[in-house]
């Protein structure tokens, strides 16, 4: 099998996270395909009911605003549409509308870094459950602990309370 493109290693730099799902957006899935945004975008919208709101959408008006300002935009004064985002799903559905040997061969390693990112997100959360059942523990401990101080404390501190005297006493 030939050699992927040369841009397949920053995949994992083009996903975002975008109303709780991990996204691609339309310039970029173009740029990894070879072709320019227009003509991209053309093929799906001729293959539409390929594409529903889960598989693809565009950005909100705020949503845009904000991708702007972590995103560089052109030397042309940037985009004049807000953008298409495509989730895992849209990113498979692709492989059906563009069939190119690079398309396929992006596709292909597209889905794979989809893989590891969901990998490595699996693996973040059960060690923030370890870490947070390890801090649970460690609270109840250090409690403990607190307690078995303060028993040894007063034992070798004890505290003596000043006894009245015991009997009648003259004022003179």
């Known amino acids: 099998m030939s050699q992927a493109p040369a841009v397949i290693p920053h995949i994992e730099r083009r996903i975002y996270t975008v109303r709780g799902m991990q996204i691609m957006l339309d310039a970029d899935l173009a740029e990894l395909y070879g072709v320019e945004t227009k003509v991209f975008l053309q093929a799906v919208k ?102 078995i101080f303060s028993t040894i404390n007063s034992m070798l501190h004890p505290v003596t309370k000043k006894k009245r005297p015991i009997g009648f006493q003259s004022g003179t």
């Open 46 to 147: 001729r293959n539409q009911d390929r594409f529903p709101d889960d598989f693809m959408f565009q950005f909100s008006a705020e949503e845009f605003s904000a991708l702007r300002s972590h995103i560089v935009t052109s030397k042309r004064g940037g985009r004049r549409y807000r953008p298409y985002a495509f989730t895992e799903q849209g990113v498979a559905m692709l492989s059906s509308v563009l069939r190119s040997e690079r398309a396929v061969r992006v596709n292909i390693e597209i889905m794979r870094t989809f893989v590891q990112m969901r990998r490595f997100l699996g693996t973040h959360d059960e060690l923030a459950r370890n870490i947070g059942e390890l801090q649970k523990k460690i609270k109840t401990h250090d409690r403990e602990i607190a307690l």
